[in-house]
């Protein structure tokens, strides 16, 4: 079982992009969230937005899976759907949207 709650680790992983803490965001996901995102160009995003705030737009539990639609305001918005699993316990993000315009 993970010490914080899954919302505290999603307002971390939050923080963390919102301050170009980009380490700390990428040791949040999973090596399969990492595949997706890769496979899907997120490795070639070019350079990263600079962001100001967030809005968590929707928290839903399925089964174990924890999906949270977060918005990112600040030069660029985007909304983002993660969904964070228990990892071994540590929260971790298991599978990701890419960013759609807002």
Known sequence: MPEISVEEAVR???????????????T?????????????????M?????LTGYDILE???EGD??????KFT???EFTVTATWADFGGVWKI?????PQPS
Do not use: W, Y
Request: glycine content about 12%; overall charge negative.
């Open 65 to 70: 899976d924890h999906i949270f639609t977060v």
């Open 28 to 44: 949040d996901l999973s090596p399969e969230a990492m595949a997706q995102m890769m496979a899907a160009g997120g490795g070639n």
């Open 46 to 50: 070019g350079a990263m937005p600079q």
């Open 59 to 61: 928290q839903r539990q």
């Open 12 to 26: 971390a992983n939050c923080q963390a992009l919102i301050a170009g803490d980009l380490m700390k965001v990428m």
């Open 74 to 76: 600040g030069s660029q």
């Open 94 to 98: 298991k599978a990701l949207s890419l």
